[in-house]
């Protein structure tokens, strides 16, 4: 007789609850996107270092708009969790955190993340990817979060081994990238392995 494996994390658990809003050590905060933030989003895809290592295409304001109510419905689906860095009280944002190809039954997910130059150069980026870490193990109850990014992008690779993500390995020839086609490294994260300080 075969015995099924239960979900790692039972459906609804993330779904079934508000999008948390999380503070940081820097001041800003990790909250949902809203819809007055699309031109934020629109114009972050002008920005070299966002296009480089992400590949958001370019979006228009109602384009961005969509994709926000999108990342909206993605949570309720139980299929991402997107967030905005941004100053407190309203304030626009500066950056992206969140997690992709949320799998609750095997218990992981992948970080993206990326930042816009005013929010750059204070270590915001660990302080986030830390604190979304440890809401998705400790609180949704993941077991396993992975990084991935290309082996020319130094700073999402000081970013992963700064918050605590092993690196793994490398993939070859893993992304397609504008200038071709990337290795990249892949870093992870699993249930019990120490917080960073």
């Not at 915001?124 to 998705?136: E, K, P």
Request: overall charge negative; hydrophobic content about 45%.
């Amino acid at each position: 007789m075969i015995v099924p494996i239960p979900p790692v994390v039972p459906p609804g658990r993330m779904g079934g609850a508000d999008q948390p809003v999380f503070g940081l050590a820097s001041g800003l905060e990790v909250r949902p996107w809203r819809v007055d933030d699309a031109e934020v989003l629109a114009q972050s895809c002008l920005d070299p270092d966002v296009q480089q290592w992400n590949r958001p295409g370019s979006l228009t304001v109602p384009e961005a708009r969509d994709r926000i109510a999108r990342w909206r419905k993605q949570w309720q689906e139980e299929a991402a969790a997107i967030w905005a860095i941004a100053e407190p009280r309203g304030e626009s944002p500066v950056g992206l955190v969140g997690l992709g190809d949320v799998d609750l039954a095997a218990g992981g997910a992948e970080f993206l993340y990326w930042l816009l130059p005013a929010g750059r150069g204070r270590g915001v980026m660990v302080d986030a990817v830390v604190r979304v870490s440890r809401w998705a193990v400790d609180d949704l109850g993941l077991h396993r979060l992975r990084i991935t990014h290309s082996v020319a992008n130094a700073a999402s690779c000081r970013v992963a081994a700064e918050a605590g993500f092993a690196l793994e390995g490398t993939m070859r020839s893993a992304l397609l990238h504008a200038d071709g086609w990337h290795d990249e490294h892949l870093h992870a994260r699993v249930a019990g392995d120490a917080w960073p300080r």
